[in-house]
């Protein structure tokens, strides 16, 4: 199955581009997604966790993450399994970091396969949903993570809160911008269909009181 996703960070292409080469923080701004070790030689061990209504699923996987710093584009393959549906994953994400005056615009195209148990769930309008909340939640962490560090009010107010991913240490990487406290341990992917209709259903409402 073939996707593309296009959204837009409102900092300069450098900053986004610099932020697409820490493999780390990327991972820490998709939901539901966690380093299961460090990275080393831009080579990913990751886990990702997503719910399909009564069955949920954690795809452990491995991903090589490629970088052309003359284009600022690059690529990631990787792979994963679920071992309590006998499920796997496989494919290849492209992306394009692309200047538009102060704002820049990201590009992704992604192409992947999925077998066993779950294949049943992988129509095209669940995966679309699927994949239209989880780039906008992307989007969202990423332009927060580019925002200027907190002032040291703000960090001593935060203190209590735990941070997204631990293991990440975004918190406590000197240069890097604070994550919030996010809950996405997890990915409903049936309540994000819902949340899409309810979108939709407002949308159409209101072109008719238009």
């Given at each position: 199955?073939?996707?593309?996703?296009?959204?837009?960070?409102?900092?300069?292409?450098?900053?986004?581009?610099?932020?697409?080469q820490d493999p780390a923080l990327l991972v820490d701004c998709?939901?539901?997604?966690?380093?299961?070790?460090?990275?080393?030689?831009?080579?990913?061990?990751?886990?990702?966790?997503?719910?399909?209504?009564?069955?949920?699923?954690?795809?452990?996987?491995?991903?090589?993450?490629?970088?052309?710093?003359?284009?600022?584009?690059?690529?990631?393959?990787?792979?994963?399994?679920?071992?309590?549906?006998?499920?796997?994953?496989?494919?290849?994400?492209?992306?394009?970091?692309?200047?538009?005056?102060?704002?820049?615009?990201?590009?992704?195209?992604?192409?992947?396969?999925?077998?066993?148990?779950?294949?049943?769930?992988?129509?095209?309008?669940?995966?679309?949903?699927?994949?239209?909340?989880?780039?906008?939640?992307?989007?969202?962490?990423?332009?927060?993570?580019?925002?200027?560090?907190?002032?040291?009010?703000?960090?001593?107010?935060?203190?209590?809160?735990?941070?997204?991913?631990?293991?990440?240490?975004?918190?406590?990487?000197?240069?890097?911008?604070?994550?919030?406290?996010?809950?996405?341990?997890?990915?409903?992917?049936?309540?994000?269909?819902?949340?899409?209709?309810?979108?939709?259903?407002?949308?159409?409402?209101?072109?008719?009181?238009?």
């Amino acid at each position: 199955m073939d996707l593309n996703q296009r959204f837009t960070i409102d900092a300069p292409a450098a900053d986004v581009w610099q932020a697409f080469q820490d493999p780390a923080l990327l991972v820490d701004c998709l939901p539901g997604a966690t380093l299961r070790e460090p990275v080393a030689d831009n080579h990913l061990k990751l886990t990702f966790q997503v719910k399909l209504g009564p069955i949920a699923a954690a795809f452990a996987g491995e991903g090589d993450l490629s970088l052309d710093d003359a284009t600022r584009s690059g690529a990631l393959q990787g792979r994963g399994t679920d071992r309590k549906s006998n499920s796997r994953v496989k494919g290849e994400a492209a992306f394009a970091v692309i200047e538009e005056g102060a704002t820049t615009a990201v590009e992704l195209s992604v192409s992947f396969s999925i077998t066993g148990k779950l294949a049943q769930f992988s129509r095209e309008g669940i995966v679309k949903a699927l994949a239209d909340q989880l780039t906008r939640d992307f989007a969202d962490n990423l332009q927060q993570a580019l925002q200027p560090e907190a002032s040291a009010e703000d960090a001593a107010g935060d203190t209590q809160a735990p941070a997204k991913h631990a293991a990440n240490d975004v918190a406590q990487t000197p240069g890097r911008a604070r994550l919030k406290s996010v809950d996405t341990s997890s990915v409903n992917a049936l309540s994000l269909v819902w949340r899409m209709i309810v979108n939709w259903w407002r949308r159409l409402l209101g072109k008719s009181a238009a």
